[in-house]
């Protein structure tokens, strides 16, 4: 059992025993202690539940395409925006970021580059000299050093204060942030378009319901509380 049915179920306790012991402050404390809570856990369920005949009520299923729109926008106004994208671009100081493209270099097949070297090399002055060594079949055997030193050596270069300064040079042009902040809102726009009502509602309901369950406990204790001062003060 959750805290709200326990929180209810302690009230009408209360107000049974108060009841049946005739009781008047326990009844009153525990009617009140009721009424509170009973209240409360309504007020959670119409949250996320239509109620026939309660205007209102299923406020966040029926408000889906507001809550869509207002993920969104906090997305893009808060997180996405230009000067955001651009404290990314750069560090603390303001000198350009230093991104590390190491794992997107060792994924790259460098193979056509070195593929390309030979064709140059064949179609050069060079290219008989290598035609009486065997041709390009001659080297073949350099391939896999070349492309290890090529992707080493674009490493270094990725690393260096001049290249980053120009990267980041080129991706803070208005069109380019632009064009960043449309891909982003695109994304964005897709994923909520596959969210559904109900898809929402149990995303909201797993991130609060537990701790709106505390507001069925408080209601219980100050109604129980209120329903106390009445009886003490027999003003029920």
Same mark, same amino acid.
């Given at each position: 059992m959750n805290k709200s049915?326990?929180?209810?179920l302690l009230a009408l306790l209360c107000a049974l025993g108060g009841y049946f012991l005739d009781h008047a402050i326990l009844f009153t404390v525990g009617l009140f202690a009721l009424s509170g809570a009973v209240t409360n856990?309504?007020?959670?369920?119409m949250l996320f539940e239509k109620v026939p005949g309660l205007y209102g009520s299923?406020? @966040?299923p029926a408000r889906f395409e507001d809550f869509k729109k207002g993920i969104r926008d906090l997305m893009m106004e808060q997180f996405f925006t230009e000067d955001n @994208?651009?404290?990314?671009?750069?560090?603390?100081s303001g000198k350009a970021s230093t991104l590390d493209l190491a794992p997107?270099?060792?994924k790259v097949d460098l193979s056509p580059a070195f593929d390309n070297l030979v064709n140059v090399i064949e179609n050069s002055s060079f290219g008989g000299m290598l035609a009486m060594v065997g041709g390009s079949e001659? @080297?073949?055997?350099?391939?896999?050093?070349? @492309?290890?030193?090529?992707?080493?050596s674009i490493g270094e270069i990725s690393q260096s204060d001049e290249f980053n300064t120009l990267l980041r040079d080129e991706l803070e042009q208005p069109s380019v942030i632009a064009g960043m902040r449309d891909k982003v809102s695109d994304i964005i726009e897709k994923r909520l378009n596959e969210l559904t009502p109900q898809l929402v509602k149990e995303i909201i309901q797993t991130m609060i319901r537990k701790h709106l369950g505390w507001l069925v406990v408080w209601g219980g204790v100050?109604?129980?509380a209120i329903g106390a001062l009445a009886a003490v003060t027999n003003t029920f």
């Open positions: 049915v326990i929180t209810n856990w309504l007020a959670v369920h299923g406020v @966040i @994208i651009d404290r990314f671009l750069s560090d603390s997107v270099i060792e001659a @080297i073949q055997p350099l391939k896999e050093p070349f @492309i290890e030193k090529m992707k080493a100050f109604g129980g």
